[in-house]
């Protein structure tokens, strides 16, 4: 008797161990990362009051009659060039100038911004930038401190954007006649710009601007503008929402500066002046900085958030570590996420005061793991900031390295010019490729 139960013990052991050497084997199972199964909430796609679903999207491809009867299976978004991606962004500036092609300087002398605070202000130098040794940048461009109007420049541009597989440029824009603080209006540049972009199999989607005196109603009559002089160019883009639309998608910079009461009148079906089911309906991504922002973007009748800063933990918005929650709100409530990713960032050339939101490139890996976290969230469009915000040390474009009698500037040594390019073409292409899986 002894014997049965020393047996039936050791068996009961021997049991459980079995038990927790399972338990323990599922606990170490990891998820595979990026597409590879559908995002939590994909297989519910809501439809809100009269606001048609725009998560499930693809840009300038017409549904099939698959995908018609399937809003969340969606074309592949892929341009001309299969490793270029019309579901990556990127945002581009068109501000510089120099003394060959504008007669002077514009940006690359870009002044000093003294901090707000006249006591810490007083501990930093003021002045302007001399180009073109001494430039507004930590970097120095390939191109030189070049102007946004020459020709050969734009060609470059294009060429190298078309390199880094992003499919569509995100142009800074003012209204004509208007510009920011420190440079002059470009809206008449805007031409050559879609024309250099269509020659290069790219698309021009829109960034607007705070400028002064910036409204719901002046942002409705700047839609109605961009639409009816540029809409029938053939690189003006266009997103194929699930339904089959094909509307223009804008960007508002800074949106918080307007009361999200004010965009609702433009961007809700029952506004004093909304542009819903008009020729001017569209797309309209604002700009999450605070946690508060996701319901006010809401309320105002928005289409989807961006983040825009390529500084990790600057704000909420920026911070990877906020994207999953800021994904599932915009997942429950119809709207687009789309993170914006970047390089690094330094600005300290004209905010002298502001080292501590420097973000180290650490040769690329700063900027793939910025990369990565995209994935993670299963995004529809990623934002890449930037191609050329050279003050705020974000860009991808080529550069090289430089010394003068008194500057050293960073460079992307050991690697070539265009390492973020390359970097930023590979992963495109695996961004590409998880998201078939993910739509299949």
């Not at 942002?219 to 809409?231: A, M, S």
């Not at 998608?249 to 961007?267: G, V």
């Not at 050279?390 to 960073?410: D, F, M, N, S």
Request: some cysteine; aromatic content about 12%.
């Amino acid at each position: 008797m002894a014997r049965l139960r020393r047996r039936a013990c050791v068996a009961l052991f021997l049991f459980t161990l079995f038990v927790l050497a399972t338990l323990m084997g599922l606990r170490t199972l990891k998820p595979t990362d990026g597409f590879s199964a559908l995002a939590p909430g994909a297989d519910v796609l809501p439809v809100i009051g009269e606001k048609v679903d725009r998560r499930s999207v693809s840009s300038d491809v017409q549904p099939s009659p698959a995908q018609a009867r399937n809003p969340k299976l969606v074309a592949s978004n892929s341009g001309p060039d299969k490793g270029m991606s019309y579901d990556v962004h990127i945002f581009y500036y068109m501000w510089y100038g120099n003394p060959q092609m504008d007669e002077r300087y514009l940006h690359w002398d870009h002044i000093l911004v003294p901090h707000w605070d006249p006591k810490i202000a007083a501990s930093y130098p003021r002045g302007r930038h001399m180009p073109p040794e001494d430039i507004a940048s930590s970097f120095y461009p390939e191109l030189g401190p070049y102007s946004s109007r020459d020709p050969e420049v734009l060609e470059s541009h294009m060429e190298q954007i078309g390199a880094a597989g992003a499919g569509v440029l995100v142009l800074s824009w003012y209204p004509p006649g208007l510009a920011d603080d420190h440079g002059e209006p470009t809206e008449d540049l805007v031409p050559s710009i879609l024309d250099a972009a269509i020659r290069h199999g790219l698309k021009v989607a829109f960034h607007i601007q705070p400028y002064k005196g910036r409204t719901d109603h002046s942002v409705h009559e700047n839609i109605k503008y961009l639409t009816d002089r540029y809409g029938d160019h053939g690189a003006f883009y266009r997103f194929t929402t699930s339904n089959g639309k094909a509307l223009p998608l804008f960007y508002i910079y800074d949106s918080y500066l307007t009361p999200p009461e004010a965009w609702a009148e433009m961007l809700t079906s029952t506004g004093s002046h909304s542009l819903r089911g008009t020729p001017y309906d569209g797309v309209f991504i604002a700009l999450i900085v605070e946690e508060r922002h996701k319901n006010d973007i809401l309320a105002g009748g928005f289409d989807g958030m961006y983040t825009y800063f390529a500084s990790n933990g600057f704000s909420y918005g920026s911070s990877h570590q906020n994207w999953k929650g800021i994904k599932t709100f915009c997942d429950g409530n119809n709207l687009l996420f789309v993170p914006s990713v970047g390089p690094g960032y330094i600005d300290t050339s004209i905010r002298p005061w502001n080292n501590h939101n420097t973000r180290n490139r650490v040769n690329g890996r700063y900027y793939e793991t910025a990369l990565q976290a995209t994935l993670n969230v299963r995004p529809e469009i990623v934002t890449i900031t930037s191609f050329n915000e050279w003050h705020e040390g974000t860009q991808i474009e080529r550069a090289v390295p430089k010394k003068t009698v008194t500057r050293l500037y960073l460079d992307y040594q050991p690697h070539e010019p265009d390492l973020y390019l390359e970097l930023t073409r590979r992963w495109v292409e695996q961004f590409s490729r998880e998201k078939e899986q993910w739509l299949m």
